[in-house]
């Protein structure tokens, strides 16, 4: 088959989540004869948007298009970009797909699966994250509240445009700060925002483009409208798929989680001192490593430590607070990114794996990583992470509302290292292969080209 994936970003100029996925997913494809192309928005201040660039990387065809919303005009242009379009258009007529699968549309067009459905090419749609609901994605407002979703009470506008009463700016002035932000690197325009504003709440910072709440309620119609197009939609997690149907979506979505390559065999080993905690994930603040570090240097025990491993490059003000917290305790070590091809080894570096996130997570692979390394897991009582994660089964799971149930949880198995013997790894919930997750797709992919 001819497939076409679409996604937000690739390997090598972007490693979030979907990304990884998306180029892990091509790469199998590839593998088992298909033909595989990728369209991806690429982020690059050395380009003007809406340059390409269409190359064969590793056997896949790949064109990545430049978006960083230099030259918009309109808040609404962050969601519906007709030079996206357009560009879009041109790559299905050279492709010719026999089908598509959407994987996220983040800085590309919320009418792409419109595109590809006028067209009559058979397409599915995973949702991998909140981004048609959200505009900051994780279903948290702009208090870093959690948000039930624009048809739950949600308050979008508010959200993005300034606390009530806010300000809001004129097209003028969104002209001008426009100018600035092509004019002025990623860098420089934080470090211009940091000494603007700094000490400032959120709330007092100014909004973004001008809008309108009926601005809004267009996004919210044309990406439930445009997704709704898809022969299938898929969702990772249950939670994803409640938090969707929810607001206003097709209760028909399908529950595909996602698959992991699992270690060698691993053997169970008994904790040592000293005992290990590790976080992996990037040091931003919606992971809630702050959480963690103020729950471990209130546990008195000398003989343990916290391992925080991620990228640290993200939110520099917040790794600077971080350390900040840290600074007394010698017990806590930023050890910074690791390669994939290390991961058996830092699994066997760290003796549980603790996740402090903030926001609802919608899947968790680092979770089932853990559980595959015969990690136990300590999690925030929050999205899907109930959904691999038995309190006192497989692991630990703590409110983040009430922080001090993670204190309590890290002062118990640092006194007494032997609770985590008692406990069944990887646990009750089934973890799929990532072999597994790709034959059901090539399935649902040759079904979508013969129908």
């Known amino acids: 088959m001819k497939i076409l994936l679409v996604s937000n970003g690739l390997p090598p100029t972007a490693f979030g989540g979907v990304e990884t996925y998306t180029n892990d997913l091509a790469r199998a494809l590839g593998r088992a004869g298909h033909a595989v192309s990728v369209f991806s928005r690429e982020s690059d201040f050395s380009c003007p948007d809406y340059s390409v ?50 994987q996220h549309l983040i ?62 700016l004129s097209p003028a002035h969104s002209a001008w700060l426009r100018g600035i932000k092509r004019a002025l690197s990623p860098q420089s ?63 028909e979505i399908e529950i595909l989680p996602l698959g992991i390559d699992p270690p060698g065999p691993v053997e169970p080993a008994s904790p040592a001192r000293p005992l290990t905690f ?51 305790d010698d017990r806590v070590r930023f050890m910074g990114p690791f390669p994939p091809e290390q991961r058996s080894q830092i699994y066997g570096q760290i003796d549980l794996l603790v996740i402090p996130s903030i926001v609802p997570e919608t899947f968790s692979l680092v979770a089932r990583e853990a ?42 198995i640092a006194e007494d290292p032997r609770v985590l013997q008692s406990l069944d790894l990887p646990g009750p919930f089934p973890i799929y292969t990532f072999a597994s997750h790709v034959e059901k797709l090539t399935e649902l992919y040759s079904a979508l080209r013969a129908g």
């Open 371 to 412: 559980l595959l390394h015969h990690k136990p897991v300590i999690a925030s009582r929050l999205g899907a992470l109930n959904e691999i994660v038995r309190d006192g089964v497989n692991g630990f799971l703590f409110s983040p509302s009430q922080p001090d149930g993670l204190r309590r949880i890290l002062t118990r």
């Open 189 to 251: 325009r934080r470090l211009l925002r940091r000494w603007l504003f700094r000490g400032q709440e959120a709330r007092r910072q100014p909004p973004a483009l001008t809008g309108s709440k009926e601005v809004f309620e267009e996004r919210y119609e044309v990406f439930r409208r445009s997704i709704s197009l898809s022969a299938r939609i898929l969702a990772p997690s249950a939670y994803v798929r409640e938090r969707y149907v929810a607001n206003g979506y097709l209760s």
């Open 107 to 168: 800085a590309l067009s919320a009418r792409l699966p419109e595109v590809a459905a006028a067209r009559r090419i058979p397409f599915l749609t995973t949702l991998h994250d909140f981004w048609p609901l959200c505009q900051r994605i994780n279903l948290t407002d702009w208090r870093s509240a959690l948000c039930a979703g624009p048809r739950q009470g949600g308050d979008c506008y508010t959200c993005v445009l300034g606390a009530p009463g806010g300000p809001h």
């Open 53 to 102: 660039r269409d190359e064969v990387e590793n056997g896949l065809r790949v064109i990545r298009v430049v978006n960083d919303y230099k030259q918009i005009a309109s808040w609404r242009e962050t969601f519906l970009d007709a030079r996206i379009e357009q560009l879009f258009q041109a790559a299905l007529e050279d492709i010719q797909p026999d089908v598509i699968h959407f």
């Open 278 to 328: 590790g976080m992996i994930g990037s040091v931003i603040p919606i992971k809630g490593v702050d959480l963690l570090i103020e729950a471990f240097c209130a546990v008195p025990q000398a003989d343990i430590r916290l391992h925080v491993y991620g990228r640290q490059d993200i939110s520099p003000d917040y790794l600077e607070r971080l350390k900040k917290l840290a600074a007394q």
